[in-house]
């Protein structure tokens, strides 16, 4: 027995599940009858090895409010009294983030009302997925630690460089991926035939995909019964087809396509963008910032897809602009949204943006920030103009 997918779906009844079907403590379950009266350093150091145990495994959910029996079975709740319930949730999130290293991303907490009798309080969840970033420490101790069975053990010295050889391994894996992804687009193997002009390419990855825990069904793409993501709104994926890959849809308002989404069923998404010769110019064009709306719209789109498939929605994105020195980046004078602009030009064939992980609890707009601001400097300018004081993403006026 475990808790939903998606930790705001959670109740009391599901906590109540777990004591009547008794479930047990294992590696990706952990009971504590109490919640830390304070967050002293002793009870830090108790979380954040219990973020990082998860976090280099499998991932689970350490639950606060729920006693076990001799057998690490869960056998009563126990509702525990916050004085302020934003406050503590707070308080976990910044622990994670704050004492692990690299930076655990992701840790969702959630307090579910619950009531026992005449006894009301919360239950606390705390939900860490397995990390591609492993292995992890604790910044107070030093200490690496990883879940095994009911209990968190450290890690010896052998065991910690083969965990870094494994991340090392994984991020290569992706990095390969792409690589393979965009020499089939530039050889004409792309799954959709395009015209030569150059081409955006965003490659989105979830991290329990990139960790092999994710699995997305094509056929409900085909049926219609779920919405492929695209980078504009005003474009839908209206004929989808099947794949070895998974589903795949042209993309465009009308005739030749210029663009497709590609589904992939390890749970990859992957959207092409052949680009234009915009009026005036001599050679295709990048539209200013206004390309970061695109882009947004389609990680969105993709994030709709992992909540509806109850995955996490933290995600990897891999940026890439193909045929970029045939490419004129057009970026209003002033960097605002005038329809006044400079002509900006790379320097080079292609341009491979370093990857952007955006962990679940950051919005998509802020977490893309750094491609963004890479993407025009690439060009020659200083950066994105399109971020408020907040370093939110903001809707563009006019032009661009």
């Known amino acids: 027995m475990s808790l939903p997918a998606q930790l705001a779906d959670v109740t009391q009844a599901d906590i109540d599940a777990l004591i009547s079907t008794g479930a047990q403590e294992g590696q990706q379950l952990d009971f504590k009858r109490d919640f830390p009266a304070q967050w002293s350093d002793s009870a830090k150091a108790k979380l954040v090895a219990d973020v990082i145990a998860f976090a280099n495994a499998g991932g689970g959910d350490v639950i606060y409010g729920v006693d076990e029996d001799t057998e690490a079975r869960a056998s009563k709740v126990v509702p525990q009294t916050l004085a302020n319930v934003d406050q503590q949730v707070r308080t976990i999130q910044q622990i994670a983030q704050d004492q692990t290293e690299p930076r ?19 239950v606390v969840v705390v939900r860490i997925r397995q990390s591609w970033a492993a292995p992890h420490r604790s910044r107070m101790n030093n200490h690496f630690h990883v879940r095994e069975g009911v209990r968190n053990r450290p890690l010896d010295v052998p065991e910690v460089g083969a965990m870094f050889l494994r991340a090392e391994s994984l991020g290569q894996k992706l990095r390969d991926f792409r690589s393979d992804r965009l020499a089939k687009i530039v050889s004409g193997q792309a799954p959709v035939s395009l ?10 990855i979830p991290t329990q995909a990139a960790v092999g825990q994710a699995y997305i ?29 998974g589903a795949v849809a042209p993309l465009g ?128 300018a200083e950066g994105s103009a399109n971020y408020g004081e907040d370093g939110e993403w903001k809707k563009p006026s006019a032009g661009g």
């Open 104 to 122: 655990v991303a992701g840790v969702e907490v959630r307090a579910i009302p619950v009531a026992v009798g005449e006894v009301t309080g919360h």
């Open 217 to 245: 069904d094509p056929v409900p793409y085909l049926r219609r019964e779920r919405k492929l993501p695209t980078l504009d709104k005003h474009t839908s994926a209206s004929s989808i087809a099947m794949n070895f890959d």
């Open 195 to 204: 015209g030569g002009n150059p081409k955006l390419v965003v490659l989105a």
């Open 253 to 380: 308002y009308s005739g030749q396509p210029d663009g497709y989404t590609q589904q992939f069923r390890q749970g990859f998404f992957e959207t092409v963008w052949e680009l234009a010769v915009l009026n005036g110019q001599t050679k295709p064009g990048l539209p200013g910032l206004r390309y970061e709306e695109f882009v947004i719209f389609f990680l969105e789109g993709v994030r709709g897809q992992l909540k509806a498939s109850g995955l996490s929605l933290e995600l990897a994105v891999f940026v890439s602009l193909l045929g970029a020195n045939e490419t004129v980046m057009h970026i209003p004078s002033s960097m605002g949204w005038s329809w006044g602009h400079e002509n900006k030009v790379f320097d080079r064939q292609d341009i491979l943006l370093p990857e952007v992980l955006i962990p679940a609890d950051v919005s998509i707009g802020k977490g893309m920030r750094p491609a963004f601001d890479l993407m025009c400097q690439a060009a020659g």
